[in-house]
């Protein structure tokens, strides 16, 4: 009886590895939740057991690789003299769809980004994520990312005047899309947040803007905000967070819509590093993203 019951013991285990192996040594998957070692166990959450949400920095290149969605890489001409590479992916729909642009962080347009892409365009929206540093030479490593150093100095070395001018012309080709509605919005993270905000005093076309903990843009260019904007934030970046009060307050004697949230234990960069507060607030951040598109793009 005892040989019987190892042998179907090891016949489960053969059957179940990650159930033997969690079983074996519980402690283990806690210890490394949210790093970005092998299978950590909050991110794998996200990116195997929610896919509704955008995954992890780890786990964006397998969720990418296994998207049944559409997506290419275009050069979108934004000057007499000045094109932008850009990544376009398509929902699955049957129907047009609005547009978000995914502004990158300062890290430049990552794989991560292009995986935060593909789940707003699971979630409806035709999403375009230019690539800002086009034209400024920022070496890759062995997987094809930015070189993070290289990226960081050439994004410092940007006109603010011609990133507003590129994403502009990046909208309005998506707008021009076959399968698009005439209607974009715009989502940026960390560099990209303090871009998508200030945007939207560039942009009369645009139809909303969320901002992932980037700060808010100075009092007198908010007078120029015509579109929504909606900012995310953890509680644990003041760098960041000492620019919202201002802003809201701004915004408020304006008349214009900032709706703010601030996220308890997360830090800044919330969404990419997944685990405790930070994919408490991913959970709760994300869905409001998709509802204040949805509202805002009628899509």
Known sequence: MIRQTLLLLALLCTLF????S??????????HAGHTSPAPAASISVAAGNAALPPGAAEAETRLAASPRHGEWVMVRTGPADSVRAWVIYPERSDKAPVVLVVHEIFGLTTWIRAVA????ADGFIAIAPDLLSGKNVPTGPGGEPVRDSATAAIRTLDPADVHRR?????????ALPAALPRSGTVGFCWGG???FAHAAYAPALGASVVYYGSSPA???????????????????????ATIARADSAMR??????QHEIYPGAGHGF???QDGANLAATRAAWPRTIGWFRARLRG
Do not use: I, W
């Open 22 to 31: 969690r079983h074996a040594n519980p402690s283990t998957a806690d210890e």
């Open 194 to 196: 303090t871009v998508a």
């Open 17 to 20: 590895p990650t159930a033997c």
């Open 253 to 258: 004697a304006l008349g214009k819509t900032f």
């Open 167 to 175: 994403l502009s012309a990046v909208a309005k080709h998506g707008r």
């Open 271 to 273: 969404l990419r590093g």
């Open 118 to 121: 593909d789940q707003l365009a």
């Open 219 to 241: 009092t007198e260019m908010l007078g120029r905000v015509q579109a929504p904007v909606l900012g995310l934030y953890g509680q644990n970046d003041a760098r960041v967070n």
